[in-house]
């Protein structure tokens, strides 16, 4: 039973448009969400977050919108660049688990 | 600052030998994760410690795994014996306020295993 998922493993979109990544769950007990970014040989590093509590949370090129009803989240980058070109997990917790559930992960491919 | 850091980076070694993976949490951090990543199952928790102790190793595959935390800034996670279905990259990170989901994970670049 995969409690977090992102159905789309690849994505590909022009350098200065907008890249949306998308995160579904299925655990009604999470409450806080992240996104991870993995480059390569790299271990992921955390991007950004979200609580139960908003419905969206933004910094800089990078906006993170949750819809709790339908259990529901994205990421935007706006605009994306080449440097964006990365895996992107995204994670979520419950208050007294203490660990977060990955998804699969998403392939971005910004092109020039 | 140092980050999580892990040794060795690759392993290549024989099917039925004992592999020891070593991962060196940041300092000051008090929960400490293992996780792999594979093609089939994605990143999956293998065992979190909290404050050196272990708290969940329900994602420990079976009894050839083990992994101790002797004191805060070390802990290894040990197959024996090791078979080639446990290549994988496995992943060390680690995470302040004790476990608690609001704090980010720092993750390590890896251990890339690969059993022959």
């Known amino acids: 039973d995969q409690q977090v998922k992102q159905n789309s493993p690849s994505l590909s979109v022009q350098e200065g448009r907008i890249s949306i990544l998308n995160c579904d769950y299925t655990?009604?007990?999470?409450?806080?969400f992240l996104w991870y970014k993995k480059y390569p040989a790299e271990g992921p590093t955390f991007l950004i977050s979200?609580?139960?509590?908003?419905d969206k949370n933004e910094d800089g090129r990078f906006t993170v919108f949750l819809n709790k009803s339908a259990k529901h989240l994205s990421l935007h980058i706006v605009p994306s660049q080449p440097g964006d070109s990365a895996v992107y997990f995204c994670a979520a917790s419950a208050w007294e688990a203490g660990k977060s559930t990955f998804g699969d992960g998403t392939t971005l491919t910004v092109k020039p | 600052d140092a980050g999580v850091i892990q040794s060795p980076r690759h392993e290549v070694t024989e099917m039925g030998q004992e592999v020891t993976l070593r991962c060196k949490p940041i300092s000051g951090h008090n929960s400490l994760f293992w996780y792999r990543q594979t093609m089939m199952r994605g990143l999956e928790l293998l065992i979190y410690?909290?404050?050196?102790?272990?708290?969940?190793d329900s994602g420990m595959p079976e009894d050839r795994f083990s992994a101790k935390m002797p004191n805060a800034s070390f802990s290894t996670l040990k197959i024996q014996p090791s078979e080639p279905r446990d290549s994988a990259v496995y992943f060390c990170a680690s995470t302040s306020g004790g476990g608690f989901r609001n704090q980010p994970q720092h993750f390590g670049d890896g251990t890339r295993l690969s059993i022959l």
């Open positions: 979200i609580s139960s509590i908003k």
């Open positions: 655990n009604s007990m999470f409450d806080y």
């Open positions: 410690f909290n404050n050196n102790v272990p708290i969940d």
